[in-house]
């Protein structure tokens, strides 16, 4: 069952792997804005915001929860999908505006962006977190299982009958124990 789990989970991260691989090489060509986008038509920030930007290399999501306290305006929920020529590394809403606000947080080293802010005014009040990722960081990131799952493969296919699998010295001698390592045949497989 933890081999099974194991390589689904191996294959699910390098089919995201290979897609950031995609992502990255389009991303020098083109900017993609996704949005989901959920609240009165006129604001700029919506109630329940969803915020994808890809461009120039780099991967940014923003999530906005705001909240009106007299809750009466009219609500639009859309989905907008938008396709730039190239534009620069990707950099979200809050690190422009909201990053001033008295609760954010903000942190930013070699090229990842994390943020948080909670606002409270007359009108409303919310909260927007936001984080921005260079697409190879993530390509690199999703390669480690799919290398670990290759390593355990070659291993078990290179095992041979009457040798160890720990090390791979013969057995014909001492089926019982392994004189090289000293692991037990049942231990080594």
């Not at 929860?65 to 989905?79: G, L, Q, S």
């Not at 620069?88 to 942190?107: D, Q, T, V």
Request: charged content about 20%; some cysteine.
């Amino acid at each position: 069952m933890k081999r099974r789990l194991f390589n689904l989970l191996s294959g699910f991260s390098l089919l995201v792997g290979l897609a950031s691989v995609l992502l990255t090489a389009r991303s020098f060509w083109t900017s993609d804005h996704l949005a989901w986008l959920n609240g009165p038509a006129e604001e700029k920030l919506h109630d329940d915001d969803l915020i994808i930007v890809v461009a120039r290399g780099g991967f940014s999501i923003e999530r906005s929860a705001t909240h009106d306290w007299n809750n009466t305006r009219p609500k639009i929920r859309k989905f907008q999908w938008e396709t730039n020529p190239r534009t620069g590394y990707p950099s979200s809403i809050f690190f422009a505006f909201l990053s001033n606000e008295p609760g954010a947080k903000h942190f930013q080293c070699t090229g990842v962006e994390l943020g948080y802010s909670s606002f409270q005014n007359d009108k409303s009040y919310g909260r927007v977190w936001a984080a921005t990722f260079p697409l190879p960081a993530i390509t690199l990131l999703n390669a480690i299982l799919p290398a670990i799952y290759l390593r355990c493969r070659w291993k078990r296919l290179r095992a041979k009958p009457g040798r160890c699998l720990k090390c791979g010295y013969e057995l014909r001698a001492t089926p019982d124990r392994c004189p090289e390592c000293g692991a037990m045949p049942d231990a080594a497989g």
